[in-house]
């Protein structure tokens, strides 16, 4: 059950960055969607949702291999932890 809900946490966010890069692409091709008032606002959105989805993503897998001692050196933890 664990890790159907740790599936769940990374597959939102992925979404989300998908969602985005499709806004982006959306607004730089004039396709305005009913929920977004311009194709500026759309960009910004879109923008937004990658780097967000995207950046959790990243950062989560960063956090698991930095655990596990599977980063380079110069990401290693100094500490004990």
């Given at each position: 059950m664990t890790r159907i809900i740790a599936l769940l946490v990374l597959v939102i966010p992925g979404i989300a960055g998908v969602v985005g890069i499709k806004l982006i692409r959306?607004?730089?091709f004039g396709i305005v969607h009913p929920i977004f008032p311009n194709f500026i606002i759309e960009?910004?959105?879109?923008?937004?949702?990658?780097?967000?989805?995207?950046?959790?993503?990243?950062?989560?897998?960063?956090?698991?291999?930095?655990?596990?001692?599977?980063?380079?050196?110069?990401?290693?933890?100094?500490?004990?932890?």
């Open positions: 959306d607004s730089l960009l910004i959105a879109g923008i937004l949702m990658f780097i967000i989805g995207f950046g959790f993503v990243g950062g989560f897998i960063f956090y698991r291999d930095r655990k596990r001692n599977n980063v380079q050196q110069r990401f290693r933890n100094k500490g004990g932890n």
